[in-house]
């Protein structure tokens, strides 16, 4: 932004920044050598001398906080998130990380296994293999805890290639089956003289998990498609996989989301008008297409912002000497995420206002 002399400067209500301190409150500038206004102003005194009073109000805060959904569909969502700090979208960002519970398979007892991946890196896999059920429908399991149909899941996977065929064979995530009666496995302590018993296993399910009226018509599955190892012809993989539930910050593969992150929305600002050959030239030097040109009559051709949410900041247009005083590179205080379906985000929200409301009540 050019320099204007203090005795230029228009007159203000009282109750109003000027532009340049508006802008460095609410933007972060982008200049070829290191970003500028990084900081937040936060102190409710901070313009004081202007009459502005900088302290957060709740009521400003709900009239201006906005969430712009750019893209949702069965495995990602991107939204906006307008007038709220940088600092908010990153603590939506840790929850969705690290404290959102789901279910995954902790426990994987080996029957028989002569592929040539170790016992524990396939456990490791099947670990980190995404099961398609709710969380909120199961109890967490402690220590102490019997595996019964409210904290586990138990899924078989037992797949033999076959001397006679000589090929490898492939063994998928969706080989796994879901097991609604438990573990079949009996504990080898069990040594039951009444053959009328039934034997003890390693689950106490009480019931069939598809007695129950959420899993009736809905059974429990896992991501198709992912490959948990290969067999030559001979080899054999028999195992039970018992899943429970459980959140990030304890292992990854409790994490819900594939990846969660935001940024500032890039605002792009054309501090003059570029015709012609500079025209051109801006074009040609963004490798993201952000900039395109206009042609206004009688043979002048005008570069125009087309694509600003597209801008990487990779500020390859003002990187040598004359652009900067050209083209302004901005980024405005809204976020950007990238997560699954919107009932992450909403629980997310659940968790944060939890953890306010114990703040408030330590306080208090």
């Known amino acids: ?26 933007r972060v500038s982008c200049n070829k050598d290191a970003p500028t206004n990084t900081e937040n102003i936060t102190y409710s005194g901070a313009y004081a001398t202007m009459g502005v009073d900088n302290s957060l109000r709740l009521d400003e805060f709900r009239t201006n906080f906005k969430v712009n959904v750019i893209k949702l569909n069965e495995e990602d969502m991107e939204f906006d998130l307008i007038g709220i700090d940088a600092s908010i979208a990153n603590a939506f960002r840790r929850i969705l990380i690290s404290e959102l519970p789901t279910m995954a398979i902790e426990k994987v007892l080996v029957a028989n296994s002569s592929s040539v991946v170790q016992d524990e890196v396939l456990s490791h896999r099947l670990g ?34 076959e001397r006679k065929s000589g090929e490898r064979i492939t063994v998928y995530s969706h080989d796994l089956k879901w097991l609604p009666t438990g573990s079949e496995y009996v504990l080898p302590t069990e040594n039951s003289s009444d053959p009328t018993s039934k034997p003890k296993t390693y ?29 030559a012809p001979g080899q054999e993989i028999e195992l039970e996989a018992h899943a429970v539930k459980g959140v990030g910050k304890t292992h990854a593969k409790w994490s819900p989301v594939a990846t969660a992150w935001y940024r500032m929305l890039p605002e792009v600002v054309l501090l003059q008008d570029i015709e012609d050959e500079d025209a051109q030239k801006l074009v040609n030097k963004c490798p993201v297409n952000v900039f395109d040109i206009e042609d206004m009559g009688k043979g002048v051709k005008r570069a125009t912002v087309a694509r600003p ?17 050209k083209v302004a590179l901005r980024l405005t205080i809204e976020s950007t995420g990238a997560l699954p379906p919107e009932v992450l985000f909403t629980e997310a929200v659940k968790i944060l206002e939890d953890k306010c409301e114990s703040v408030i009540t330590e306080l208090s």
């Open 309 to 325: 949410r597209a801008c990487t900041l990779c500020r390859e247009c003002i990187r040598e000497p004359g652009w900067e005083e």
């Open 203 to 231: 689950t106490s399910f009480t019931s069939s998990q598809e007695s129950l009226p959420e899993f009736a018509n809905n059974p429990i599955s896992v991501i198709p498609g992912i490959i948990i190892s290969k067999l």
């Open 128 to 161: 980190l293999v995404p099961i398609k059920v709710d969380p909120r429908l199961f109890d967490y399991m402690s220590e102490n805890d019997v595996p019964n149909e409210k904290n586990s899941i138990v899924f078989k996977l037992h797949v033999k290639c």
């Open 1 to 26: 932004m050019p320099k204007v002399p203090l005795w230029d400067l228009p007159e203000l209500p009282n109750d109003q920044l000027p532009l340049h301190l508006q802008l460095q409150k609410t």
